[in-house]
């Protein structure tokens, strides 16, 4: 049943239909919403959407492994901050079919799937929870696509050779470094030590010339400093997507970064906070608050 990567070298493991629109909501109506919100819309194995009470109480949960082995188990497929087709044109702009890439933290989403179907089947994923590689290595098989990879492993202590991947690839997945950051304008220092062991090895397993793509909730003021910290010689830029939470979609370059770089912030207004009803009902957004009112 494993598959192991052309560039696996150590086997390590460590730690969308709503119509109603709702406008811009301040800060205090977005955590009364979410107060309201007790059931989450999650997805049965037939693709049907179904009303459970399965979501976490605290967004504390998300950082214990025990829980997404539970939730992995039961559930067959969840995608965070929409799928594939909301942003494959921003995909398919920046990876090419020969490119190799590495996801983290795959957990039961389709997006390797989808990479698939668009041509690029060098593909490796990784998530820390073992029932979600045996579940996704057994639905891969089951669909042919026996190219596609997958490995238990740590996206703090990733276990690949340097300069290995085109691209590297994460939808959602370091949300959870953040979930007990505390205050957003300066979080904890466990927080920024634990991103930048991720962010550090990313860093070391591109290629001279490889991308980082990270698709999140995460403004450019919060990821800025992070992403663009002097260690690192990539370049940083993004785009927008959804239909009214906006998630951002960000390339970082590597090799790219200009001595003279200036801050870009300014050129990039943020998008204001506009929903739909199923993005309210939706995961993504109990997270969000939930991170929101935790840190209040």
């Known amino acids: 049943m494993g598959l192991r990567p052309i560039c696996y070298t150590k086997p390590k493991v460590t730690s969308e239909s709503g119509v109603g629109f709702i406008p811009e909501l301040s800060a205090e109506e977005l955590k009364e919403n979410r107060a309201s919100q007790a059931m989450e819309c999650r997805p049965t194995a037939n693709g049907s959407p179904e009303k459970n009470s399965v979501g976490p109480p ?19 497929h969840y995608e965070w901050f929409k799928d594939y087709s909301h ?11 020969s490119s190799s890439v590495l996801e983290l933290g795959c957990g039961n989403s389709q997006l390797c799937d989808e990479l698939y179907k668009d041509g690029i089947v060098d593909i490796t994923c990784i998530d820390l929870s073992s029932v979600a590689v045996d579940k996704m290595q057994t639905r891969l098989l089951s669909k042919g696509y026996k190219e596609i990879k997958v490995v238990q492993a740590d996206m703090l202590d ?37 991103v930048m062991a991720t962010l550090d090895g ?23 400093p992070l992403f663009m910290d002097p260690k690192f010689n990539w370049s940083m830029e993004y ?13 970082l370059r590597k090799g790219k970064r200009r001595i003279d770089e200036k801050e870009e912030d300014e050129k990039h207004k943020d998008p204001p906070i506009n929903m739909y009803q199923d993005e309210l009902e939706g995961e993504d957004y109990l997270f969000r608050t939930s991170i929101d009112a935790e840190e209040d």
């Open 158 to 194: 990733l276990p690949f050779d340097t300069e290995c991947f085109d691209v590297v690839i994460e939808k959602g997945t370091m949300e959870v470094l953040f979930v007990d950051a505390g205050d957003p304008w300066n979080p904890r220092q466990e927080t920024v030590s634990k």
């Open 202 to 224: 990313v860093h070391r397993v591109l290629k001279p010339d490889g991308i980082f793509i990270s698709i999140t909730f995460g403004q450019p003021h919060f990821r800025r």
């Open 58 to 76: 605290s967004a504390q949960t998300y950082l214990d492994p025990h829980y997404w082995d539970e939730r992995f188990s039961s559930e067959e």
């Open 87 to 97: 942003f494959q044109h921003l995909i398919k702009s920046n990876i090419n079919s």
């Open 239 to 251: 785009n927008t997507f959804g239909d009214g939470f906006h998630y951002f979609f960000y390339i």
